[in-house]
């Protein structure tokens, strides 16, 4: 098995800078829009088969180190008793949303590994065809609760830190809720066949580092806690984060992910020399020309200077009207420069 992801996160040495793309499989591949036309977002995550299908498409055509599951950070809610759909144009939608005390309190834990054994079995189904390490994944506590507090995608996230100032005590039992079943179902994955494991904090960066350290930072860090006795390299990503960097490396992880708002070597300073890094290419370079792209790829890759640590991404997910040419451009160029 090609490795050198694995070593990167561990902060070994490898033969050249390893490579993935959060969101390597999407709309931007052709292969993926033709299962879409056919099948729903949850249909594919939902079917072991066609989720298995999907996390190869990338693999199979770009010069990837790692696949990442195909998967929905959202699919915890519905076992939980917070249904959703997904809304063409909208994105996800919770309807009812949780906003009040007492739908906080009747909210359900349950047993990941049947709940949503069908993400397991994608997993045990891919490690039987890859070739390159799976990284499994799971929303943060802040993530999954912005998400059904607001109801979908927010700009402000105004109701979410309105419970949080306004109902602390209510806000931590739901934030330990997330973490708690988060922390069981990464570990699910990872006795499924994962061989690594992101934590997405995708929207951790509307809060400040006092308010990260009050109301995150005690519950992402019990997921990372739980896990990291099972072994295996973990990763915590969010976007916006320049300002609280440090605490996301007290919160936990192996790797942590820098996005495009920071240069690689000043996040990398903040995050500590102890840590691997992960990123931070602006996911918008690669809708311009290609000679551009790679020059800010070869900025990041400078900054990293080679040290051992650093897992080459964008700063976020590839976007859906990426040209799938200047992916496989991209990854090419990394693989190509000198360690």
Known sequence: MNDRFLRACRREPVDMTPVWFMRQAGRYMASYR??????????????????????????????????????????????????????????PVIDPPVRTVERIDGLRRFEPRESLAHVLDTIRLLRTQLDVPLIGFAGAPFTLASYAIEGGPSSNYARTKALMYGEPEAWHRLADTFATIVADYLTAQIEAGAQAVQVFDSW??????RDYREFVLPHTQKIFATVAPLGIPTLHFGTGTTTILAEMREAGGDVIGLDWRIPLDDGWAQVGDDRAVQGNLDPTLLLGPVERM??????????????????????????????????????????????
């Open 34 to 91: 033709a299962i879409r036309d056919h099948h729903t977002l949850l249909d594919i995550c939902r079917n072991p088969e066609l989720a298995a299908q999907v996390t190869l498409q990338p693999v199979n055509e770009i010069e990837v180190d790692a696949a990442i599951l195909f998967s929905d950070l959202l699919l915890p809610l519905e076992p939980m008793g917070i249904p959703f759909d997904f809304v063409k144009g909208e994105g």
């Open 204 to 209: 951790v960066g509307a809060l400040s580092a």
């Open 294 to 339: 790679l020059r800010g790829a070869h900025d990041v890759l400078q900054r990293a200077g080679g040290r051992p640590g650093h897992i080459f991404n964008l700063g976020h997910g590839i976007l859906p009207s990426t040209d799938l040419e200047h992916v496989r451009t991209l990854a090419h160029f990394v693989h190509h420069q000198t360690a």
